[in-house]
């Protein structure tokens, strides 16, 4: 366990599962629920900030609703495992709208796995081919595309806190 871990209570841990199942409750709102007066609760939650256990807060959108239709998984292998060339990958897809993740992996054939959201297989067909094809140093594209959304998460597990 870090020094973070360490010292969060029954509280904050209450706190950190209220956050994460509704980031815009008021700070009244979360007191009210966790048993303590406005000004300790808000500066429990400043406190989880300041130590960067709070990174922030953000609205969930609906990617069907918003004809986001195809999500899907790509793993990508690289030519060369050099820092400079996973660097200009990592720079190049951080700034492509589409990548919602994009995780270094390690246990597969690939060096990357991302998580892209676009409207249909035409828009995926132009990312593939205009974008992330034309990065320097990709060597190969395997692409998985979701059927369904079993577990869909960004609740992370406290009980191990």
């Known amino acids: 366990m870090n020094d973070k871990q360490n010292n969060l209570d029954k509280f904050d841990k209450h706190l950190l599962a209220l956050l994460q199942a509704d980031g815009s409750l008021s700070n009244l709102q979360l007191a009210e629920r966790v048993g303590l007066s406005p000004s300790p609760c808000l500066r429990r939650v400043q406190k989880l900030e300041a130590l960067g256990v709070i990174t922030g807060r953000h609205a969930l959108l609906s990617p069907k609703a918003l004809g986001l239709g195809l999500t899907v998984m ?10 400079e060339r996973f660097a200009q990958f990592e720079a190049t897809v951080s700034g492509f709208n589409e990548v919602q993740q994009c995780y270094l992996i390690t246990g597969q054939s690939a060096d990357y796995l991302l998580k892209v959201v676009v409207p249909d297989m ?3 067909q132009d990312f593939l081919l205009n974008k992330l094809t034309r990065i320097d140093g990709v060597s190969g594209v395997h692409s998985s595309f979701v059927m369904r959304r079993v577990v869909d998460t960004t609740a992370l ?3 191990y806190v």
């Not at 790509?74 to 820092?83: A, E, G, L, V, W």
């Open 157 to 159: 597990p406290l009980q």
């Open 122 to 124: 035409d828009r995926y």
């Open 74 to 83: 790509i793993q990508i292998s690289m030519d060369k495992h050099t820092p």
